[in-house]
């Protein structure tokens, strides 16, 4: 009988070449486009991602690796220490991962929006190689497109999910270009008791700022009243009606993009995960923000 992707994964994570001793592997929750293994050498401790590119998510291996290693390099990631196709291997930092609840706490957010700057600003300066750009009203389009050649059972709200998607993408109009993580779910901050760090750089690249400042807000539900203390923290000046409309429209392709992603793991992902569900709470969430966005703007 063929071993199960998990366990594929931890034997891959086992015969890596740059263990020098006898190692111990168990899996690591969080993964939903990899698998992630904690592994035991002595007393030290490591991650080990296996995963290969996933073209259709636009996620490949060489520019994550270049932004963990730059992440790192600007203070905010774990170390790499081993990386080979297939597989990245980073120290391990004893910590808790925050949940939606911990990220909405206002004494939390006051320790992210440093980091979320110090990425925006740091990264660029440790960069090496080429790397992506992640302009999310283009990665919607290509979803779009994905979805519709293979026939997915929602293919028939396509047509106007995507002139959504244009709409929203002329309301946000020229951006500011930074390097943004992308990405940040609550399960991407970890917390040491003493600081915290910013992991998983999969769909790291340049864009604009207001991308970040709105996915950390459409994936953790903050209020109202956070979403204006986030913009006036960020930019260290009283959000106008511009900045938040511009903002609002893109917190909704954030959500549309979330939605989108799920739909096509639906279709091609080989992970153990309920992506049907996951599709349906953020196409809620999407809904949602597009109806405030039009009765507001």
Known sequence: MAASPAEAARARALALPCWRGPVEAEPLGGGITNHNLLVRQGDERFVVRIGGDIPVHGILRFNELAAARAAHAAGLSPEVVHAEPGALVMRYIPSRAFAEEDVRAQENLVRIVPLVRRAHRGIPRHVRGPVLTFWVFQVNRDYGMTLREAGHRLAADLPALMAVNEALEEAVGAVEIVFGH????????????????????????????????????????????????????????????????????????????????????????????????????????????????????
């Open 182 to 297: 992308n990405d940040l779910l609550p399960g991407n901050w970890l917390d040491d008791g003493q600081r915290l760090w910013l992991i998983d750089w999969e769909y790291a690249g340049f864009n604009g700022a207001l991308f970040d400042l709105a996915n950390l807000a459409s994936n953790n539900e903050l209020s109202p009243a956070q979403e204006d203390w986030l913009l006036e923290a960020y930019y260290e000046k009283p959000p106008d009606d511009g900045l938040r409309r511009r903002y609002q429209a893109m917190k909704c392709g954030s959500l549309l993009r979330e939605a989108l992603w799920s739909m096509v793991s639906e279709i091609a992902s080989t992970l153990d995960v309920d992506y049907v569900a996951y599709t349906a709470k953020n196409l809620e969430r999407f809904h949602r923000a597009h109806a405030l966005f039009r009765e507001r703007f």
